[in-house]
């Protein structure tokens, strides 16, 4: 067990409370090495990510496909497919990553040069590295070598796939992309899996590991907040409206803003640094390329950001568009507080079907802070400062192991899974593996359902709070070993 440690794999276990936990495993009759494993699983920090780049119809999707082991990227020979989700995660040789999808971009949004630029400066940004995959049956072409100079410019590791590449013949075509300066091209058909395993080896080379989970780790800096919601609920007003002044420009016109802006503002007696994402707007005859834009620069911003502040305009039904980004940050682990916005303009009717709407379809996230604003008149603006301190406080609640369990053992006595096949799956043990998200890993002895699992979620909010944030519970049904006799 000494090569476990207990500050870094297990996340926020400290010394003596690892020990505990490891010793109630070994009570249990589960493998110590096992548990560790597990542990270390769910008690890393953030994963790396890893951004896949390059013009249409190279292979990228194909390739995030091939990455990630199951047909979840969208495939097509057209660009402009619009995804809901551009953010996977991946595993190779033990280790895990985050990789980002920039595939299916419309050539003419803004001209080629413009809309590469674009959309690989978002997934640059919030890229540890990146893959640049290019056709070697085609060679490298006046897009590609306008990727290279973005490339470049960003400094981040690069990785070369020359794609196509499906048998001895193409070689030739992936040794001539040496000329583009990026060190040495990887031959792959992410087609048919050849030279795949070649190119992993290289990513992970790339990549730096998971970033060790302390408890009580302070992050240096303003803490960071991203501004999300979808095209004109007034994310670029209320931005302006914090700041006390127009730094962000206003206008119906769609893509006013395309460059990132991050704010370093005062309110409430702190500094914020806020992660700006207004400017996407919809383009009527291009309104799939406009999605998938949206949908990659917020995923960029939530890399970036510890609290997801989302704004929805309550003048306006609740769309299937609030849901994704509310589901992308969630997923994204971030604390999470929703503002609904143009609260001046609600009328009583309005505000009846709202307050509907919010319980029909925003059921997943009713523990997230609520604040009611107008970014234009200004409204209530004040209370948003209390709501992202009081999401970051159940962001980074921990509990401890013995109290876990204590609450744990109370609940499998009053509330005992249903029997199942002539069976009755037991909680054994718990500890938390991890903060920001709250992360718990649970130890049963059989298989637990996906309602029994939310009822403990829901349980774990109602005991120790975690106003704000998702958590992520986790369970590991193993073998016993047999107790010598």
């Known amino acids: 067990m000494d090569q476990h440690d207990p500050h870094g794999e297990t996340g926020a276990l400290g010394d003596a409370e690892y020990a505990e936990f490891m010793e109630l495993a070994a009570e249990e009759g589960f493998d110590p090495e096992d548990v560790a494993d597990d542990l270390a699983a769910a008690g890393h920090g953030p994963l790396p990510v890893l951004a896949v780049v390059g013009r249409p119809n190279v292979g990228k999707s194909t390739l995030v496909n091939r ?220 309104t799939e390329g406009a999605d998938y834009y949206a949908s990659l620069r917020t995923a960029a911003a939530l890399e970036k950001a510890e609290v997801a502040v989302i704004l929805i305009d309550v003048a306006e039904t609740l769309a299937e568009q609030d849901m994704r980004i509310i589901t992308m940050a969630v997923e994204a682990g971030r604390a999470v507080v929703i503002a609904y916005n143009k609260w001046d303009l609600l009328d009583e009717e309005r505000r009846y079907y709202l307050e509907r709407e919010i319980e029909r379809d925003l059921v997943q996230v009713q523990w997230a802070p609520r604040v009611n604003v107008s970014a234009r008149t200004g409204r209530h603006m004040e209370k948003l400062v209390p709501a992202i301190e009081t999401a970051l406080a159940g962001w980074e609640t921990r509990v401890p192991t013995g109290r876990l369990n204590a609450f744990l053992g109370e609940l499998v006595a009053a509330h005992p899974h249903p029997i199942r096949g002539g069976k009755q799956p037991r909680i054994l043990f718990g500890t938390q593996a991890g903060t920001k998200p709250p992360r718990f890993v649970l130890f049963a002895s059989g298989f637990l359902e996906a309602g029994y699992r939310r009822f403990i979620e829901r349980r774990l909010r109602e005991e120790f709070g975690f106003e704000g944030t998702p958590i992520q519970v986790s369970v590991r049904v193993r073998e016993k070993r047999g107790r010598k006799k």
């Open 67 to 286: 990455i990630i082991g199951r047909r979840e990227a969208v495939v097509e020979d057209r660009p402009g497919v619009t995804r809901d989700r551009v953010t996977y995660e991946a595993h190779w040789n033990g280790r895990r990553f985050k990789i980002v999808d920039t595939g299916g971009w419309e050539q003419d949004v803004l001209g080629i040069d413009a809309s590469v630029a674009a959309q690989a400066e978002f997934a640059i940004e919030a890229a540890d590295a990146v893959v640049f995959v290019v056709d070697a049956t085609v060679g490298a072409t006046d897009t590609d070598e306008a990727v290279v100079k973005l490339l470049r410019r960003a400094g981040k590791p690069v990785v070369l796939a020359a794609n196509k590449v499906d048998g001895p013949s193409g070689e030739a075509d992936a040794a001539a992309l040496w000329n583009l300066g990026l060190g040495e091209p990887f031959p792959v058909s992410s087609l048919h899996g050849r030279g795949t395993g070649d190119l992993l080896d290289a990513i992970l080379e790339a990549l730096p590991e998971a970033p060790e989970m302390t408890y009580e780790q302070v992050t240096g800096g303003p803490r960071r907040i991203a501004l999300i919601g979808r095209p004109n609920v007034g994310k670029s007003s209320m931005l302006n409206k914090i700041a006390g002044e127009d730094r962000v420009v206003v206008n119906e016109m769609a893509g006013t803003t395309r460059d990132p802006v991050d704010e370093l503002i005062e309110l409430g007696g702190r500094t914020w640094k806020f992660i700006d994402t207004a400017g996407i707007r919809r383009r009527v005859h291009l």
